[in-house]
């Protein structure tokens, strides 16, 4: 058998943090929202034991065991107890190390392609509970559409689909580490206060207040990567309704109202080579497969 699954990036519409954890993780709450541009992914069957991994363009990512698909295809045989083996292929879409997830999110396509390869199924809680295990951003794949991530951001609830709004995006020239990033974080200037009007949202729901979105690690990207303010300067100087810097990578991004606004402020940035994409639905952005070849 043979499947092949579409797996989306994300963006960050909100991530504060609290500060550091006894276990060195920070804390965060953020608002985790799909979009669409795209890793694809594909599984077939080999030998037990043997687990093949081919990533196009070659050489972006590493292959080997340090791959977090890798990393999820050990760890779902290992829980399931089954001696099997895959070859797998990842064509990537979605820009490297850019704060927009591509790695978890193949990840999470990997643990429910291979589920339903393997054993024939998928155990939703399961795969969360493994998810939590292989990265932060990981189980918010499993959910899809908005979600609010609390803890490292593993611990995600899901919210309801946002308007039909559009995005433009536009990527660093070079990859940033998270682990950089937080290392590099002041702490002493988060305000630690957990009660936000963005939290009140979460809990009663209405319109998602913009003006009260940020991103705590953006003062210290911008800082140590002074490319990443310049271009989102050009990203606000298109008027969006936000315009942020996405997780802890390089990528900045402007939201807009619909298609016609993300792609008009495209143009005006077109030198820096932005992706104009769609904010996606839950349904739109579950891992699920494309095609089944026996």
């Given at each position: 058998?043979?499947?092949?699954?579409?797996?989306?990036?994300?963006?960050?519409?909100?991530?504060?943090?609290?500060?550091?954890?006894?276990?060195?993780?920070?804390?965060?709450?953020?608002?985790?929202?799909?979009?669409?541009?795209?890793?694809?992914?594909?599984?077939?069957?080999?030998?037990?034991?043997?687990?093949?991994?081919?990533?196009?363009?070659?050489?972006?990512?590493?292959?080997?065991?340090?791959?977090?698909?890798?990393?999820?295809?050990?760890?779902?045989?290992?829980?399931?107890?089954?001696?099997?083996?895959?070859?797998?292929?990842?064509?990537?879409?979605?820009?490297?190390?850019?704060?927009?997830?591509?790695?978890?999110?193949?990840?999470?396509?990997?643990?429910?392609?291979?589920?339903?390869?393997?054993?024939?199924?998928?155990?939703?809680?399961?795969?969360?509970?493994?998810?939590?295990?292989?990265?932060?951003?990981?189980?918010?794949?499993?959910?899809?559409?908005?979600?609010?991530?609390?803890?490292?951001?593993?611990?995600?609830?899901?919210?309801?689909?946002?308007?039909?709004?559009?995005?433009?995006?536009?990527?660093?020239?070079?990859?940033?580490?998270?682990?950089?990033?937080?290392?590099?974080?002041?702490?002493?200037?988060?305000?630690?206060?957990?009660?936000?009007?963005?939290?009140?949202?979460?809990?009663?729901?209405?319109?998602?207040?913009?003006?009260?979105?940020?991103?705590?690690?953006?003062?210290?990207?911008?800082?140590?990567?002074?490319?990443?303010?310049?271009?989102?300067?050009?990203?606000?100087?298109?008027?969006?309704?936000?315009?942020?810097?996405?997780?802890?990578?390089?990528?900045?991004?402007?939201?807009?109202?619909?298609?016609?606004?993300?792609?008009?402020?495209?143009?005006?940035?077109?030198?820096?080579?932005?992706?104009?994409?769609p904010l996606l639905t839950r349904v739109g952005?579950?891992?699920?497969?494309?095609?089944?070849?026996?």
């Amino acid at each position: 058998m043979k499947l092949q699954m579409r797996c989306p990036a994300k963006v960050n519409l909100h991530l504060q943090v609290l500060g550091r954890r006894s276990d060195g993780y920070h804390e965060v709450r953020t608002i985790f929202a799909a979009v669409g541009v795209w890793d694809e992914l594909s599984f077939e069957n080999a030998p037990a034991g043997v687990l093949e991994l081919i990533v196009e363009p070659e050489g972006v990512v590493p292959v080997g065991d340090d791959n977090l698909v890798v990393r999820a295809a050990r760890l779902l045989a290992e829980h399931f107890g089954v001696n099997r083996g895959a070859r797998m292929r990842v064509r990537k879409g979605i820009p490297v190390a850019g704060g927009l997830g591509g790695g978890s999110s193949d990840a999470a396509a990997a643990l429910a392609g291979l589920a339903r390869l393997w054993t024939g199924h998928e155990v939703p809680e399961e795969l969360e509970t493994l998810a939590a295990e292989l990265g932060a951003d990981v189980p918010f794949f499993l959910v899809g559409g908005v979600a609010w991530g609390v803890g490292r951001g593993s611990e995600v609830t899901a919210l309801p689909d946002l308007p039909r709004w559009w995005l433009v995006l536009v990527p660093s020239s070079e990859p940033i580490p998270t682990a950089e990033v937080y290392r590099a974080l002041d702490v002493s200037l988060l305000d630690g206060e957990a009660e936000s009007e963005i939290y009140r949202w979460v809990i009663e729901g209405g319109e998602l207040p913009l003006g009260s979105c940020r991103n705590d690690l953006q003062p210290t990207v911008v800082k140590r990567w002074p490319e990443v303010g310049r271009r989102l300067e050009r990203v606000h100087d298109t008027q969006p309704l936000l315009a942020l810097l996405s997780g802890s990578g390089g990528t900045v991004f402007g939201l807009y109202q619909d298609e016609a606004r993300a792609r008009q402020a495209a143009g005006a940035m077109a030198a820096l080579s932005p992706m104009i994409v769609p904010l996606l639905t839950r349904v739109g952005s579950l891992p699920r497969p494309l095609a089944t070849e026996e």
